[in-house]
Nanobody, 126 residues
Framework: QVQLVESGGGLVQRGGSLKLSCSAS????????IAWFRQVPGKARDGVSC????????YYDDHVKGRFSISIDNANNTVYLQMNSLRPEDTGVYYC???????????????????WGQGTQVTVSS
């Protein structure tokens, strides 16, 4: 059974940094891409970033390009999201997720991801 556990969220001021971690267990070769999503109350989960376990290909939403960096430690099945120059609009619950449909980060939309962590809250104050 695939399990994902996020950590590293918190409260930070505008311009600050946080590093999120997603520790995965039970992964199989079918779990190609691991992605980060953000959700705010009353809205759907939006794709933020994704990394391919096999190729290392990375995806970033336009709103975070140049500020966020995703990386993976395949030996420890951990994905990181380094978030710099944080803005109040980055506030939300951040979830990591993986899929088994072979998307491999070609699609980063919530409907394509089957396995989800419990989320970690990120709050950026102005």
């Amino acid at each position: 059974q695939v399990q994902l556990v996020e950590s590293g969220g918190g409260l930070v001021q505008r311009g600050g940094s946080l590093k999120l971690s997603c520790s995965a267990s039970g992964l199989t070769p079918d779990n190609h891409g691991i992605a980060w999503f953000r959700q705010v109350p009353g809205k759907a989960r939006d794709g933020v970033s994704c990394i391919s376990r096999g190729t290392g290909y990375t995806y970033y939403d336009d709103h975070v390009k140049g500020r966020f960096s995703i990386s993976i430690d395949n030996a420890n099945n951990t994905v990181y999201l380094q978030m710099n120059s944080l803005r109040p609009e980055d506030t939300g619950v951040y979830y990591c997720a993986t899929e088994n449909q072979g998307l491999d980060c070609t699609i980063v939309a919530a409907w394509g991801y089957k396995y989800w962590g419990q989320g970690t809250q990120v709050t950026v104050s102005s």
